[in-house]
C-alpha cells in the first residue's frame, strides 16, 4: 500500500447531502492538520469542541463543525486520530478535502485503510475487521446481528485458543526432537496427554466446521429459486412475495428468458429471489439459453419453489428436501389431494399466500438457525479449519516426530490466517479492498 505510514484522510459518511458528515484523519500529522484548519491545536482527548474551521493557505471560512481528537494507541487505528463532524453539503465537504490536500504529509485514504490500520496495529484481528465491513453491509438485524457477534471475537477468540493450545503442543514436541537421545514410539514418548490433546483440537474444530454453512449463509443471503414449466405463474409469485411488480408478467408461455433477482428480508432473514425462465424443450435460442441458466441456479440455489398448475395434479412431481411443492391457479381449479408439505396459492387472488410466506419462512431459518451459534462466515474461514483439522488428523498418525512436529507446525499456521497472525499480506489487499473509503 502505497505510503503506508502516511498521514490519511477520508469521509466516513456517505456521499451526497445530508444535516451531518464526518471527515476522519489518523496519522502522525493528525495534530498539525487539526492546527492548520482550525488555528488551534487538538482539542482534549474525546471531547468534542465546537471550532471554526477554515482554509490553510487563504484562511477563508469553510465551516464550523465539532473537532474531536482521539490520541494513539487508545483510537480505532492505534494512531493518532481525528474526527470533524460538519455540516453536510457537497460544497463544504469538497472544501475541506481540497484543504486537507494541500497539506504536506496527508494524502486520501484508500478504500478500507483506516480499518488496516486498525488490524497492522493489533486493534482488530482479521476476523474481527471482516466484521466491520460486514456490519456496514449488513441490510437485516440478523445479518447485523452475526457482523457484531464475529466484531466481539466470536471467531477470533476460539481460534487463539486452539492456537494456544496447539503451539503449546508444538513446544513439547519440539522440545522432546531437541534433548530426548533416541527416537523411539511417539505415542509412547510423548503420553496419551498430548494425543488427547490433539483429538480434543481436532474433534472441536471438525465440530464447528459441521455447521451447515449457516453463518456463510446468513451473510450472504439465501438464494430461493422459483422454478417449474412455462406460463405456470412463476413471474406472478414473484411478484406477489416482493410486494410489487418486478417481473413480466404475460399469458405467453416464454415470456421470461434471463435469471430475474429480488432482493427480499423475510423474517429478518436476507433472502434472493430468482425468477427463472419456464423449464422446457425449445427451439428458440434466446429460451433456451434462458433455460439452461435456469437450471444452473436452481441448481445451485439454497431451496427451490416448484411451481405447478392445479389442473396438472397427475404430473406433478414428487416433494424434495431441498424443495417447496407449490400449487398454483387453485382459484381455476381445486386439487383433491396436496402431496404431504406441498401449498395451494393462487397468484390472481392472492389464496394461499400467507400460509407459503409462512412456510418459507421456516425453511429458511432451518437453513440458517437463529446465527448465536454460526461462527464461520466466510469461505476463506473454512478452508483454513479444514486444512487445521487435515493436518491435525496427519499429526495425530504420524510415526516420526519431526514429521508430526511439521504437521502440528502447518495447523497453527492454518489458524493463524484467520486472525491474520501469519502469511496474510495477499489476502488483506483482496479484504480490505472491499470497504468503503472512510473505513
Known sequence: MEGAGATIYAPATAAGRAAIGVLRISG????????????????????????RLRDPESGEAIDRGLVLFFPGPRSYTGEDLAEIHHHGGTAVLRALLEALARIPGLRLAEPGEFTRRAFLNGRLDLSEAEAVADLVEATTRAQARLALRQLEGALGKRVEDWRARLVAVV??????????AEEGDVAARLGRRIEEELAALEGEIRATLDDDRRGERLRAGLVVAVTGPPNVGKSSLVNRLAGRDVAIVTPVPGTTRDVLEVALELDGLPVTLLDTAGLRETADPIEAEGVRRARLRAETADLRLWLVEAEDEGKWPEPQPDSLLVVNKIDLVRPRQLPRGGIAISCATGEGIEELVGALGCRV???????????????????????????????????????????????????????GRVDVEQ?????????????
Not at 171 to 180: C, H, L, S
Not at 379 to 397: D, F, I, P, Q, V
Open 28 to 51: 502522525p500529522a493528525c495534530a498539525r492538520a487539526i492546527r492548520a484548519l482550525t488555528g488551534r491545536p487538538p482539542p482534549e482527548a474525546r471531547r468534542a469542541v465546537l471550532r
Open 171 to 180: 513446544a513439547e514436541v519440539e522440545a522432546e526432537i531437541d534433548f530426548a
Open 365 to 419: 431459518r432451518e437453513l440458517v438457525g437463529t446465527g448465536s451459534e454460526a461462527v464461520i462466515t466466510r469461505a476463506r474461514h473454512r478452508e483454513a479449519l479444514e486444512e487445521t483439522a487435515r493436518a491435525l488428523a496427519r499429526a495425530r498418525g504420524a510415526s516420526e516426530l519431526a514429521l508430526l512436529a511439521e504437521d502440528l507446525r502447518l495447523a497453527a499456521r492454518a489458524l493463524g490466517r484467520i486472525s
Open 427 to 439: 489476502v488483506l489487499d483482496q479484504i480490505f479492498a472491499r470497504f468503503c473509503i472512510g473505513k
